[in-house]
């Protein structure tokens, strides 16, 4: 296999998404991710209802081309099995609470005696140095406390969260990156990184109105932009339409294909900066248009003129399109049990190989991975 991580071990002591997710993204690039499991297992092998044989689907869609290992760290057994691999180790990466992490011997701190050019990454709620860091965090709480709920959704809904696990997955990713980044400066050290950081960086733009201008972040009807006029989704004669004009050129360019050409020279309209200010009337004139066509009647007089239009889809429209099957974004994965179908990797590296294993039972590579004192 030609895969940029090959031949680097990672260890993972993750549970649920976010650390699994991390170890993933690291085992799709030819990383070899050794997952240990306390002896009941990671709680993600009995999240979700659905099953590939003896896989659970929630699980397998997180834990990839991974390694399994059962050690109990809180005893002297488990405790020298992980001792062993982190011997010949380039990384870690645990999502634990902080208490936890420290207790079970998982920071470089620790770790280095063993050796001293591991990487080490946590993934916590608020950080392994915070007032707040033994605070339950999960993603629907980190939502709730960056801001993020309450600048999402209707503004005369209630606050709403993302439609899927927005933090874990970011963070995730981040972990990554940090890890990485350890990696090519070449020296061991401890990787900090905290869900409640991590989303407040997402919203960088909208923080930056506040702490440079006093603006408030707030919800806009229709998932609208802040600043961006029309930048928004539209009912059209059968459906939903994505609508993203982002400078007057393609502004001018709408406006001929609708049949408005008075537009293009309306005070009202002409500039970015005037459908800024006069948000209420474009949306409401161009709301009126759209109106009058299909979705797909749009897209298809749209989106050659460059003007960014899409419809909105599904989740299961989107992975049996074309583009997820040009770019290899779904995969199957074969196992004795039944093939598992997964969203493939996002990271395409020429001249790499693309290769997907099977998750792992629990525990099975003890025998393979640790010495005698590690089983």
């Not at 991580?5 to 030819?30: F, N, Q, S, T, W």
């Not at 874990?168 to 990485?180: E, F, R, T």
């Not at 050129?249 to 005037?274: L, S, Y």
Request: charged content about 20%; some cysteine.
């Amino acid at each position: 296999m030609n895969q940029p991580l090959k031949g680097v071990r990672i260890i993972e002591v993750g549970h649920m998404l976010m650390g699994p997710y991390c170890g993933m993204l690291l085992a799709d690039l030819g990383a070899e991710v050794i997952k240990i499991e306390p002896p009941e297992g990671d709680i993600g092998r009995r999240v979700s209802p659905h099953s590939i044989g003896s896989h659970n689907a929630y699980f397998a869609s997180l834990n990839r081309s991974k390694q399994s290992v059962v050690l109990d760290l809180a005893s002297e057994e488990g405790r020298d099995g992980l001792a062993a691999l982190v011997r010949s180790a380039r990384g870690l990466v645990t999502n634990l609470r902080p208490a936890a992490i420290r207790k079970l011997g998982l920071t470089y701190d620790n770790l280095k005696q063993w050796n001293p050019n591991i990487v080490c990454v946590a993934l916590t709620g608020y950080g392994l140095e915070s007032p707040f860091a033994e605070r339950p965090a999960y993603d629907y709480v980190i939502q709730a406390l960056t801001g993020v709920m309450a600048i999402t959704g209707d503004p005369d809904g209630p606050p709403t969260k993302t439609g899927y696990s927005a933090v874990d997955n970011s963070v995730g990713i981040m972990g990554a990156v940090g890890l990485l980044s350890k990696l090519v400066e070449g020296k061991g050290g401890q990787v900090d990184i905290a869900m409640y950081d991590v989303m407040l960086s997402q919203l960088n733009y909208l923080a930056g109105a506040w702490l440079n201008a006093g603006e408030h972040a707030e919800r806009y009807p229709r998932s609208a932009h802040p600043y961006i006029v029309p930048a928004q989704i539209f009912p059209t004669r059968d459906g939903w339409l994505t609508l993203f004009i982002t400078h007057d050129d393609f502004w001018r360019r709408f406006c001929n294909e609708v049949g408005r050409p008075e537009w293009i020279d309306d005070p009202h309209m002409a500039t970015m900066a005037a459908r800024r200010e006069n948000r209420e009337i474009v949306l409401k004139l161009v709301g009126e248009v759209l109106a009058t066509d299909t979705t797909d009647g749009w897209v298809a007089r749209l989106a050659p003129l460059g003007i960014v239009a899409a419809a909105v889809e599904s989740l299961e429209d989107a992975l049996a399109s074309e583009h997820s099957r040009a770019r290899r974004m779904t995969a199957e994965i074969a196992t004795p049990e039944g093939t598992i179908r997964a969203v493939g990797n996002p990271i395409k590296i020429a001249g790499a190989t693309e290769e997907f294993g099977p998750p792992p039972h629990l525990g099975e590579h003890n025998k393979v991975l640790l010495p005698e004192e590690g089983r």
